[in-house]
T-cell receptor, first 118, second 112 residues
Framework: EAGVAQSPRYKIIEKRQSVAFWCNPI?????LYWYQQILGQGPKLLIQ????????DSQLPKDRFSAERLKGVDSTLKIQPAKLEDSAVYLC????????????????FGPGTRLTVL | QQQVKQSPQSLIVQKGGISIINCAYE??????FPWYQQFPGKGPALLIA?????SEKKEGRFTISFNKSAKQFSLHIMDSQPGDSATYFC???????????FGSGTRLLVRP
């Protein structure tokens, strides 16, 4: 099966500019996650969608970050305005949303978008 | 309380040796403990995982040891190979939302 697709792979912007990332999850996966991975750290969950609805956005800086998942498939993550500390890799992941003996609702990650804010 | 602590930060092992990475957690709401492997420029990929009702799980050269009372778990890579050189992340998963809390990562280098 095709994996999680993300674009762009790389983005360089000036601080205070805006940027958007796109994610296409694995077909049929109900749950979609956006993570922020700062260099040298583990991924940190920003927002989790179950179909169209938000399950957890407790660590999303809502004054500058927004995300949507229209029609329960693709998702976009936006930053406006960007700050220097937003430089990171933004990872999208998806899972089927159900637990089975085999998969235990495994999360599959895309390759990420590396954002550099100058 | 959600934090997962991982050590060491980096590890150098000779080919054929054993690589050991340790993690500790505090949150008793975790119901699943996966290990992810990440190569440069790629997203993390699930390597092996364990549930808290099991003390050990082995898949090929990779073994997870789990100590529920101590709230610690570790990854052992037997017969380490240069192709195992990557960053490894442990994680705990929240039982209510499937949210993953990752450790800070261990960069493993296996020398030929």
């Amino acid at each position: 099966e095709a994996g999680v697709a993300q674009s762009p792979r790389y983005k360089i912007i000036e601080k205070r500019q805006s940027v958007a990332f796109w994610c296409n999850p694995i077909s049929g996966h109900a749950t979609l996650y956006w993570y922020q991975q700062i260099l040298g750290q583990g991924p940190k969950l920003l927002i989790q969608f179950q179909n169209n609805g938000v399950v957890d956005d407790s660590q999303l800086p809502k004054d500058r970050f927004s995300a949507e998942r229209l029609k329960g498939v693709d998702s976009t993550l936006k930053i406006q305005p960007a700050k220097l500390e937003d430089s990171a890799v933004y990872l999208c992941a998806s899972s089927s949303g159900t637990s089975g003996r085999r998969s235990y609702n495994e999360q599959f990650f895309g390759p990420g978008t590396r954002l550099t804010v100058l | 309380q959600q934090q997962v602590k991982q050590s060491p930060q980096s590890l150098i092992v000779q080919k054929g040796g054993i690589s050991i990475i340790n993690c500790a957690y505090e949150n008793t709401a975790f119901d699943y403990f996966p290990w992810y492997q990440q190569f440069p420029g790629k997203g993390p990929a699930l390597l092996i995982a364990i549930r808290p009702d099991v003390s050990e799980k082995k898949e090929g050269r990779f073994t997870i040891s789990f100590n529920k009372s101590a709230k610690q778990f570790s990854l052992h890579i037997m017969d380490s190979q240069p192709g195992d050189s990557a960053t490894y992340f442990c994680a705990g998963r929240m039982d209510s939302s499937y949210k993953l809390i990752f450790g800070s990562g261990t960069r493993l280098l296996v020398r030929p």
